[in-house]
């Protein structure tokens, strides 16, 4: 059997320098050498080390990734040419802030959909950045790298984490009993609480919740047998059109699976059924029995 073949795929700085000996342009790479030598030193202060040749060789393995991340975000078209255009015209510094922005943005962003305080604690955020910035942009310039593909990966994932935080947080300011306004957030346990207590009708908004409550809901939908379709319809109804996308999502998948809903028409006794709601909600419960 014949070997796979590998396709090439090095970093756009090191494809761009690579088309340098045939560019006519005067001074074009000295001007470069320069420009990267300097963004190097200051990602080996700020990031590595530069005291050790350890720290200088991740500047610049950091370097190659971050400017190349930048050039593959500023470029119309997939080419080294204009790769080389852009680098002799606008300079490397230029392509390193725009891919240095994006990281900075995909590292303000949830990596998941639970929050605590720490997740706006300044250091926490800078350690989040500097491990975000060597997860994709260390490379070797000789090496095959897929920086942009992770970069593509993470961002789609933080901004699904992203949209079942925002819409948590738009039912917590809607709970109707009152905003709640905790620190920490288990969003996809407010986002439970919401889609079963939707069930008995009503139009309530529940983010958060109690023992005490939740035995008054199981007892009201056992006496009154409601449409749950049509409550979750009165929620969706409720909700702004931004976050339905994934209500509905939720809604299906409790449709489907929720031993809570499941449950609550038979004769399951009560404590079962918290311990089963302490699933789905887990820290967005209130203890309110002694």
Known sequence: MLPALVRENLPRLTRAIKLLPGDDRPDAALMLADELAGITAMVAEKFTNHRTSEGIQKAVNLTVGGVSLG???????????????????????????????????????????????????????????????????????????????????QLKQ???????????????????????????????????????????????????????????????????????EAGWAELVAAVPAQHHAVLLNRIDTYRKGCTVLQHIPGRTAMKTLFAELENYAGSELDADYD
């Not at 204009?82 to 990596?111: S, T, W």
């Not at 959909?113 to 250091?123: N, S």
């Not at 889609?195 to 908004?205: M, P, Q, Y």
Request: with cysteine; proline share 3%.
């Open 158 to 228: 933080r901004q699904e984490a992203q949209a079942v935080v925002r819409f948590a947080n738009w039912l917590r300011r809607h709970n109707s009993a009152g905003a709640v306004k905790d620190t920490d957030l288990n969003a996809e346990g407010v986002i439970a609480l919401a889609i079963i207590f939707a069930v008995e009708g009503g139009g309530r908004i529940v983010a958060r919740t109690g023992q005490k409550d939740f035995e008054r809901f199981v007892k009201a939908v056992r006496a009154n047998k409601p449409d749950f």
């Open 71 to 153: 050039l593959e975000q500023l470029l119309a078209v997939d080419s080294d040419e204009a790769a080389l255009d852009f680098l002799v015209d606008n300079g490397a510094e230029a392509a390193f802030q725009a891919g240095f922005r994006q990281l900075k943005d995909l590292a303000a962003m949830p990596e998941d959909t639970l929050v605590g305080e720490y997740d706006q604690d300044p250091v926490y955020a800078q350690r989040r950045l500097r491990d975000i910035f060597f997860d994709i942009c260390l490379t070797d310039p000789n090496a095959n790298w897929d920086g942009p593909a992770r970069y593509q990966e």
